[in-house]
């Protein structure tokens, strides 16, 4: 699973992505600094692995992880080839989700790829040359499914689908911002359009900003727009974030707090990421390992069993779980045994976010 980060040139894309991964991708100031895209895999946060892991004296720990990509920036007439344009869109087709940085701050030291700060600018500069590309994929859809419908009438239901998403596109607004239903969604499943994957905003902003986001004016028009699709904005500094990669976890803690935060916005970059792309987390937990394990939401717990072994899948019995705030606050599995908190679920189990399981199978 992989998230783009896209955004104008010189909004600290790059920058982010190196806090987010510590990959150390180039930053410049100039435009297409990124070309060919950086890749990181980074680890989702998760406090309960620690909690885990204390618990179990486990002697290993691994994290649920969510890939990220650091694509080239992205100019004014993308979708005609302008700047990398081509390159741009390719790369974006091949992601699940996007994160979308927008500079939310002043500073003349680094150039503006269009001269001054206007996030809706540039967040329309972006979004519409996604949905020119949308565009495009549409009509060549629609004159396939036409020729269809002369020999078979069934491909009316396409055609008028398909018509009604290029009046969307048209009117400037986004696949996602459409709803469907589920015989419709098995229609263009295949089309793969680049508004309909789904998105969240990061408002770069500067150091000041960030005192009291919550009046900035700048941030509040992305939050305004983003309502439109129902999609997430996350404010955060990419200075800050660079330095806070730098140090250790009391030193960054105290950093946090001597600010008035609660967490990184990158932590909050992470975790939305994750949701994003409609994934949660169960949990294993024993001596030798605590582990998140990554399922989309809704997923049965036989394919769930499948994400550790295909094996344990193919002769999946049973699942033993437990939730971890019961077994958080019981303190033991046994004590959690005790109170009867351990489930016995079948084959139609549909996993929840947390679920601590042991699967019990028989190959």
Known sequence: MKIGIVGLPNVGKST???SITNAGAECANYPFCTIE???????????????????YKAQKTTHAVVEFVDIAGLVKGASKGEGLGNKFLSHIREVDAIAEV??????????????????????????????????????KRIDKARKMLKADKKYQIEVDLLEKIKATLESEKPVRSMSFKDEEKEL?????????????YICNVSEN????????????????????????????CAKI???????????????????????SGLNKVIKESYSLLGLMSFL?????????????????????????????????????V???????KEGSMAAAREKGLIRIEGKEYIMQEGDIVLFKFNV
């Open 16 to 18: 982010m992505f190196n």
């Open 37 to 55: 895209p950086n890749v990181g895999m980074v680890p989702v946060p998760d406090e309960r692995l620690n909690v885990l892991t204390n618990m």
């Open 102 to 139: 927008v500079r939310c701050f002043e500073d003349d030291n680094i150039v503006h790829v269009d001269g001054n700060i206007n996030p809706l600018r540039d967040i329309e500069t972006i979004n519409l040359e996604l949905i020119f590309a949308d565009i495009e994929t549409v009509d």
């Open 188 to 200: 263009i499943k295949d089309v793969q359009f680049l508004t309909e994957k789904p998105t969240l």
């Open 209 to 236: 900003q960030l005192q009291d986001v919550e009046n900035d004016k700048n941030v509040e028009v992305v939050k305004e727009y983003a309502k439109i699709e129902n999609s997430i904005v996350i404010p955060l």
């Open 241 to 263: 974030e660079e330095e806070l990669t730098g140090l250790d976890e009391n030193d960054k803690k105290e950093m946090l707090e001597a600010m008035g935060l609660d967490e």
């Open 284 to 320: 294993t937990a024993g001596e030798p390992e605590v582990r998140a394990w990554t399922i989309k939401k809704g997923t049965k717990a036989p394919e769930a069993a499948g994400k550790i072994h295909t094996d344990i899948q193919r002769g999946f019995i049973k699942a033993e």
């Open 322 to 328: 437990v939730s971890y705030d019961d077994l958080i």
